[in-house]
Nanobody, 124 residues
Framework: QVQLVESGGGLVQAGGSLRLSCAAS????????MAWFRQAPGKEREFVVS????????YYADSVKGRFTISRDNAKNTVYLQMNSLKPEDTAVYYC?????????????????WGQGTQVTVSS
């Protein structure tokens, strides 16, 4: 069973950048597809991006394509989310998630393992 801990959230002005990290422990990290989800106040949790176990396949939500980049380091048991050109509508709690499925499947399912979330606030 894997445990996930996110870090790197904060307050940034529109147009700025943040890098989120998600450190995994308690499992074989390279066995899990990883994803980032987010939930804004009053809204449902939404898929942001996922990456396959090897890192070779990546799937982005249209809303973040071209601005966000996911990467993973299987040697460090960590997945990252580089967020550039941030917009006020990116404000949300960002969650790291993991499951024993493909990266593509992470777009459609509710993953089994979740971190506690990290707040990202983008001011206009």
């Amino acid at each position: 069973q894997v445990q996930l801990v996110e870090s790197g959230g904060g307050l940034v002005q529109a147009g700025g950048s943040l890098r989120l990290s998600c450190a995994a422990s308690g499992g074989t990290f390279s066995s899990y597809a990883m994803a980032w989800f987010r939930q804004a106040p009053g809204k449902e949790r939404e898929f942001v991006v996922s990456v396959s176990r090897s890192g070779g396949s990546i799937y982005y939500a249209d809303s973040v394509k071209g601005r966000f980049t996911i990467s993973r380091d299987n040697a460090k048991n960590t997945v990252y989310l580089q967020m550039n050109s941030l917009k006020p509508e990116d404000t949300a709690v960002y969650y790291c998630a993991a499951d024993l499925v493909t990266g593509q499947a992470m777009r459609r399912i509710l993953p089994k393992y979740w971190g506690q979330g990290t707040q990202v606030t983008v001011s206009s």
